[in-house]
């Protein structure tokens, strides 16, 4: 009986503190955080290929709106990888200043740009205003796959990958300031990329003690209040990370970047010429028109009607 006793207060004084600290933690995300899960604070979700995507759950508190696609575009509107007859559909390619991100630090603060603020919503709005004042019967629909931080060669991936299978009539990327950014002459913008998945790979492969804690944490999130609390702590640990890597790299003064940026441009320009050819078909036909560097795509196909061919521009 005693032993029993023993057990029950045990269980007791080990219950009541947890209980408490998880209702606790509850109170604090109610009211603290719009939306439950960690990950809808982060604008990025870990990729294999790409170093990061956008997250399709991504919640934009100061707008309280959730500003990704489910196949992670910015916008509203569901893209499905079909066309639609009639439909002229151009993919944009960016980093930023495609995707409007929010300005902050040495700037005045403006907040993200909300979907119907974007350079693609604007472009998709003139086009079809084009079309319906000439009388031409398509319509027109431009997908912003725009990526924070992302670089050419991320660009690159992503057509390859996945884009193509969209059936785009024009890809288009607006794009380069990212390539150039980093002072240093000895930086390779493919192998020293200083962001997201690769950062966590570093830290892997080196046996960092906060990967370990994070990834516990990160398991029992979706159970727990606290340890949904604690990730995303530990989320913001692993961004400072990056930015401590970041700070590493961008090293010299403002002029000198500029001028070791101009010196490297013709190396840029090389790694994405070499990057591989790209498959070039008619954006309604369907048939292949051929493969050619990526910088030189300008095809038109013989079945062709008006914005008809696939071109990449960059």
Known sequence: MKTVKNILTFLLLTCIPIVTIELLSCAVIKSLYPASDPD?????????????????????????QFPHTRAGFRGDTPVSKKKDAGMVRIIMLGASALYGIETGGVYPFYPMLKNTETITHYLEEKLQNSFSRDGLPYKAEVINAGVTGYHTFQHLVYVNALLLEYEPDWVINLDGHNDFYYGSPRRNHWMDYPYSSVVFTDLVNTRDLFVGVHLVVRALAPYSYTFNILERQTKKILQNKTAVRIKKQDTGSSAKKHGRAIRQSPRRFLQTTASGPIRVSC????????????HTISTVCSCSLKLSSKRILI
């Open 40 to 64: 809808s604070m982060y604008p990025h979700l870990f990729d294999p290929y790409r170093g990061h995507a956008l997250n399709p759950d991504y919640h934009y508190s100061y707008y309280a």
């Open 283 to 294: 954006g309604h036909c369907g048939r292949l028109t051929g493969w050619e560097s990526l």
